[in-house]
C-alpha cells in the first residue's frame, strides 16, 4: 500500500513564492510511477489539475498557472515539486499530491493548505 504525504503549504503574501514537496512511499517495496501531479480544491469549488510531470519528464501544467508554476520531481526519491511564484489570492487552496503508477494505481496525499494574503 502506497502512501503520499505533501509539504510545504503556508500563509503566504500575493506575489510571493512557495515550494510544495509530495513524496510517494510504497512501504519499502519497488513503486514504478507513472506520472505524479499537483492538484488544488479551493473553498467552494471543484479540485482541478494544477500542473503533471510524466515518466519521460514531460510536463503539464493549467492555463491559469503557466509562467508562474513550475512542476519538477527527483526520479530516485519518488518526490515531486511545485515551485510556485508571483501567487495569487486565488491561488488560495488546499494542494493535493497525486501519483499513478504504471499498473493504473491512483495514490492521493491528504493535501496542504496555501492561503494567499492581498
Known amino acids: 500500500q502506497g502512501r503520499v504525504e505533501e509539504s510545504g503549504g503556508g500563509l503566504v503574501q500575493s506575489g510571493g513564492p512557495l515550494r510544495l514537496s509530495g513524496s510517494c512511499d510504497a512501504s519499502g517495496k519497488a513503486l514504478s510511477i507513472n506520472t505524479m501531479a499537483w492538484y488544488r480544491q479551493a473553498p467552494g469549488k471543484q479540485r482541478e489539475l494544477v500542473a503533471v510531470?510524466?515518466?519521460?519528464?514531460?510536463?503539464h501544467h493549467a492555463d491559469s498557472v503557466k509562467g508562474r508554476f513550475i512542476i519538477s520531481r527527483a526520479k530516485a526519491a519518488n518526490t515531486v515539486y511545485l515551485q510556485m511564484n508571483s501567487l495569487k489570492p486565488e491561488d488560495t487552496a488546499v494542494y493535493y499530491c497525486n501519483v499513478k503508477s504504471m499498473i493504473g494505481i491512483v495514490y492521493w496525499g491528504q493535501g496542504t493548505k496555501v492561503t494567499v494574503s492581498s
Open positions: 510531470i510524466d515518466r519521460s519528464v514531460v510536463t
